[in-house]
């Protein structure tokens, strides 16, 4: 006879974050049911409850008290932007529960009750901003969506540019649902101001719209352009094929890694067209249920003291290579790298660590190693 584990699910299949949202559920999903062949031979079984946040900090509170009370779950996946971590935390606090929470954010936080599988700022941003100081100049045009993280991000991205002697061109901020004309007075700000690049803290839906005004201006991305840690092959799909080339993200993980995967199923998912964009954000959300999954197994338990004590320091292989959570944050050690995108909605490499960079969550230092 086996024993259930219920967890919670909480990605929004609507509203104006789903874009990604919709990506990190199927990858959970995914991932559930390939664990869940693991776990059958230790009599286990992982039972997923989902509930569709639509985008709504509040109803993410809401829901995670729900699936707690209600559900029983001891374990949520879920969460994209950092005001729908910063809502769920409270109640994961509470009850002493634990969020595997699977996206790059802006650092500066520690919850013994979260697992950060996302990047945090020393792991992309560090590396972004000497990518394009390097070769296209240290003026730069801060946009972004109006939250936390843009906010926390702009902060770190204006003192490397001081830092490194640039100027800060331009900054804006406008709502997670923003469309089309909303960008168009930003992008004639930025033809006017003429600076080396954009560094793009837009999120959601209105990431489409931000690059596809920017290609109706007749801006060029060969001589200015966009630089990202959030637009990824989902966001790419989403808008018109006109606006994608040329532009940089840096992230862990691009989906043209998919083809060097050790994970069967996963080259698969290379050759075949998947339900949705494969991601960086798919990545994370995919092997933290492998980490949980391993946890579970060494630990005999899902409570959540067990849990912890052999997640911290626990390793797994990740599509993007070998992870595992540092033992003293509760961050992953994860790969540094930057993608060009291209018209067809991927991206090439251009440049990546020799191996996993260490979680710095409170951005100690600015130095970049393993490059």
Known sequence: MKTVIPVGVLF????????????QLHATLLAIDEANILLSAYGLEVKPFYMDPQSDPYLFSMMSEKLI?????????GCYTSISRKSVLPVIEKHNKLLFYPTLYEGFEFS?????TGACPNQNIIIL????????????YLVGSDYVYPYESN??????????GGKIMGEHYLSIEALHAEFRPVVKDIAACKPDFIFSTVVGSSTAAFYETYAQAGLQPLTLPIASLTTSEAELASMQPFARADHF????????LLKQSPIPSLQKLATHTSEVPINQCWESAYFQVMLFAKALIEAGDAHTDSLLKVLRGMEVEAPQGRVRIDPDNNHCWVYSRIGRSRED?????????KRTVRPDPYL???AISAL
């Open 112 to 116: 013994p009750n979260v697992i950060y």
């Open 364 to 366: 100690m230092s600015y």
């Open 12 to 23: 929004s299949q609507t509203g104006a974050t789903s874009v990604i949202e919709k990506t």
């Open 129 to 140: 901003a000497e990518f394009m100081f390097s070769k296209f100049g240290k003026n730069c």
């Open 155 to 164: 902060r770190i991205m204006k003192d490397m540019v001081n830092g490194f």
């Open 69 to 77: 009370t209600e559900q029983g779950v001891g374990v949520i996946f």
């Open 345 to 353: 909605g991927d991206f090439g490499i251009v440049k990546e660590s």
């Open 249 to 256: 993200t840096a992230a862990p993980f691009f989906a043209s």
